[in-house]
């Protein structure tokens, strides 16, 4: 199985954050097992790239360490790397994303602090955001669609 970038580095973010990973080389093994083929390199450049920090625990996200979290993206900058559409339904709002692209999304939401936002969610590639009307969350969705474009 062949991927792109986004989801390489998706899987990645998975298999560290599920499990303990003490080395570049088990990473390399475990993407093996999943018929992914990376070299060491690209491994390399993709660790850096997520800010994925080596610690006697195995790999982290530097949000997952408490003494420094992680900055949150902006909104617009969030919007722009990870949204693939939006999807209305009632009074939620369904974001879609490249795997592993929903959690970075969900938390730039939440940190634009949006009053129509009663709460989100999200998965692998799916943020469900979940406003407390119809119209709350037709304007929530122009206040997004305003950003993207």
């Known amino acids: 199985m062949s991927g792109g970038k986004t ?24 993407l093996a097992a999943q018929k992914m083929r990376v070299t060491q390199a690209t ?5 850096q790239e997520l800010r994925l920090v080596k ?5 982290k996200q530097p949000s997952a ?5 992680a900055p949150l993206p902006p909104l617009a900058h969030a919007l722009g790397e990870f949204l693939l559409d939006i999807r209305p339904a009632e009074n939620l709002l369904v974001l879609k994303t490249p795997p ?10 939440d940190a634009a602090k949006f009053p129509e ?12 955001i979940i406003t407390p009307s119809k119209k709350t969350r037709a304007s ?10």
């Open 43 to 47: 491994l390399s450049r993709d660790l």
């Open 65 to 69: 360490l408490p003494e420094e979290p």
């Open 55 to 59: 610690t006697h625990e195995g790999y």
């Open 100 to 109: 592993g692209g929903a959690q970075p999304l969900a938390a730039a939401v």
């Open 117 to 128: 936002v009663a709460g989100t969610i999200a998965g692998d590639d799916t943020v469900l």
């Open 7 to 30: 989801f390489r580095q998706g899987q990645i973010l998975r298999l560290v954050t599920g499990q303990r990973i003490a080395s570049q080389e088990e990473l390399r093994r475990r």
């Open 140 to 149: 929530l969705q122009k206040e997004i669609e305003a950003l993207v474009k």
